[in-house]
């Protein structure tokens, strides 16, 4: 099984910016769909965004569109996520997670899951 971690969380005063990363080891295959979900105390876990590993295609929530950025370093087996002028409500555990579909926002169409990365923005 493929095996991801997160890193790059911390605590952030709002309006900083952080970049998340994410590093695949094991079985990795340059078709899977790469995405970032984060999950707020007593909250669901959401959809943040996605990319395609071999295509480049992106996609994203309509809540961080403009300030969130994937991107993806096949060198490194490692995807990114680049998150601009933070909010309070950007505070959360964010996941990394492979799906083989591209375009599911949905939970049940990606695993397996990293262990997570808290990012806490400071008002």
């Known amino acids: 099984q493929v095996q991801l971690v997160e890193s790059g969380g911390g605590l952030v005063q709002a309006g900083g910016s952080l970049r998340l990363s994410c590093a695949a080891s094991g079985r990795t295959r340059s078709s899977y769909t790469m995405g970032w979900f984060r999950q707020a105390p007593g909250k669901e876990r959401n959809f943040v965004a996605a990319?395609?590993?071999?295509?480049?295609?992106?996609y994203y929530a309509d809540s961080v569109k403009g300030r969130f950025t994937i991107s993806r370093d096949n060198a490194k087996n490692t995807v990114y996520l680049q998150i601009d002028n933070l909010k309070p409500e950007d505070t959360a555990v964010y996941y990394c997670a492979i799906s083989l579909l591209y375009g599911s926002n949905k939970q049940r169409d990606f695993g397996p899951w990293g262990q997570g990365t808290q990012v806490s923005v400071s008002s």
């Open positions: 990319v395609n590993w071999s295509g480049g295609s992106t």
